[in-house]
């Protein structure tokens, strides 16, 4: 039975990772490419009857013209949007895919290199995990990015409007003269103008694609601005002001709590760290946590502690600015 069930796992990771390898040379669509074409299509994803679109990452759906892997995707979490604020050129059919190759590759190597057939499982589920870990880290690194040359790009768009320009000119000075995330973006929004996109709905679908508190701001001022009147110019120099005194009054409890952080890092580290050099210099003296039912009790306990301990010490030094 035993033998069957390695054969079965076999089979369908080499046909995983064969899968995977074939999607990834096939090549993708350019995703910006479709949208532009739906919008001169009239198949925004803005249309009416689409609104609930515009949620979370765990709660948006997809277009329906989507794949039907991504369809069932989008019900758990929204792959399409975290690609998207990750800039990544690639499609959820795709990533998936590699995924399961990646997860199916793992779990074939330990039958064949003769391992415990525990190894395989957990082996593929950290490969598995591997890309939206990486993808995360991308995400949130150009997000912090964006959040960082917002000040510069509102105070552009301030003179611009001081100097006689319009809105719309103003984004795209911003997209010309601003490196990218934020140049891209504001690139996406003129872009969508000069497409019959009205400038409202351009704004707000940036802010979809960004979630970025003090673009909301920034996306709200705009819009009541255009409807009520009075003088952005100011307004965005205020925005751009109080972004900056948040920045700084981040980066005092950045520094306030970096002991606190080092301390966590090392507190965290230090098991798994001991664990591996006992296991280098004596491995038949910590397989006993996996052989003895006390030894296994003993190591659930300890992985549970040191997840409520990473819990305690995030909660700690995780100030909202």
Known sequence: MLTLVVLITVFVGVATLVGAVAILFRGDSNPDIENRLEILTGKSK????????QGGILSRNVDADSGALEEYIARYINLRLLLDQAAMDTSVSNFIMLTAGLAGGAAVIPFLLGMPFYVGPVLAVICAAIPFLYVWWVRNKRLNKFGQQLPDALELIA??????????????LVSEEMLDPIGGEFRKVFESQNLGVPLEEAILDMTDRVPNLDLKFF?????????????????????????????ELF???????????????????????LFAVMWYLNANYVMTLFTDPLGQKMLAGAIVMQLIGAWVIQKIIDIKV
């Open 46 to 53: 803005n249309e009416p009857g689409k609104g609930e679109q």
């Open 159 to 172: 003179r611009a409007l001081r100097a006689g320009h319009s809105l719309g000119a103003g984004f795209h």
């Open 219 to 247: 996306g709200t001022a705009v819009i009541l601005q255009r409807q009520t009147g009075g003088d952005l110019a100011e307004i965005l120099d205020k925005i751009g002001r109080l972004v900056r005194q948040r920045m």
């Open 251 to 273: 980066g005092q409890i950045q520094a306030l709590t970096g002991e606190g952080r080092i301390s966590g890092i090392v507190l965290l580290g230090m098991p798994p760290a």
